[in-house]
């Protein structure tokens, strides 16, 4: 079903109702669901923020299957009575007081709540995934691109990964997004969702996920093994 923007502009103004057929259209396009467009509250567009932001065109097309994804997913916990809310430590305060000692505490402080043990990489998606309630999907971002992550009033929190990366990359993409989340409130009111790879918090996100994925006392540990096994 084909609408003019003049047929679109009465629609978000209210002078108009659209028939099924062109709410269908709508809703595959945006990739929302109907009961999206129905609800009473005002409709909003969660924020997306990508570490490396593919191509625009492929940007906005996984962007929204992604928030279509992150919906379905909610519903079906709704649907079967196995909701689990959100349940992360939000971070509060400023962008220009965060600091990279900051950065390292929270990740051992997630290393102790998640139990991640001493190989973090490993348990790090499922303990997300069934203690935090947050939705991770894979997708395939060619040609380009890298991880993303959302985060919303209505489904909670979500993690987008490229399905192509190799199992490391996904692991580091994975802690790397939990740090943003983690730190919504404190830098995504400046970013509004604006991927910049040379943004400050990228760079504490990279400290943040280091000391996640390789904390200095387990590392320490495996080379002080490995030097008493070698021989003399």
């Known amino acids: 079903t084909q609408m003019g923007q003049s047929s679109l502009s009465e629609y978000e103004s209210g002078k108009r109702e659209p028939r099924l057929a062109q709410l269908q259209a709508l809703a595959a396009a945006l990739?929302?669901?109907i009961?999206?467009?129905?609800?009473?509250?005002?409709?909003?567009?969660e924020a997306v923020l990508w570490r490396k932001m593919p191509d625009l065109p492929v940007a906005q097309e996984l962007e929204g299957?992604?928030?279509?994804?992150?919906?379905?997913y909610h519903n079906l916990e709704m649907w079967s009575?196995?909701?689990?809310?959100?349940?992360?430590?939000?971070?509060?305060?400023?962008?220009?007081?965060?600091?990279?000692?900051?950065?390292?505490a929270l990740a051992h402080k997630m290393l102790q709540r998640l139990q991640l043990g001493n190989r973090p990489a490993l348990a790090?998606?499922?303990a997300l995934e069934e203690r935090c309630g947050i939705k991770i999907f894979h997708l395939d971002f060619e040609p380009t691109g890298s991880a993303a992550c959302t985060l919303s009033a209505t489904f909670g929190s979500g993690i987008l990964l490229n399905s192509k990366s190799v199992r490391w990359r996904r692991n580091f993409d994975l802690a790397h997004e939990l740090f943003h989340l983690l730190t919504w409130r404190v830098f995504q009111p400046a970013r509004n969702g604006a991927a910049c790879e040379a943004a400050r918090d990228e760079k504490l996100a990279t400290c943040f996920a280091r000391h996640l994925l390789m904390?200095?006392?387990?590392?320490?540990?495996?080379?002080?093994d490995i030097s008493r096994k070698q021989p003399l």
């Open 124 to 126: 790090l998606l499922s």
């Open 35 to 45: 009961p999206f467009f129905l609800g009473p509250e005002p409709i909003t567009s």
């Open 81 to 104: 009575g196995e909701h689990l809310l959100t349940e992360l430590p939000f971070e509060n305060g400023t962008p220009e007081r965060f600091s990279y000692p900051q950065a390292e």
């Open 31 to 33: 990739h929302r669901s």
């Open 65 to 72: 299957r992604f928030r279509r994804l992150c919906e379905q």
């Open 215 to 224: 904390p200095s006392e387990e590392v320490k540990s495996i080379i002080g």
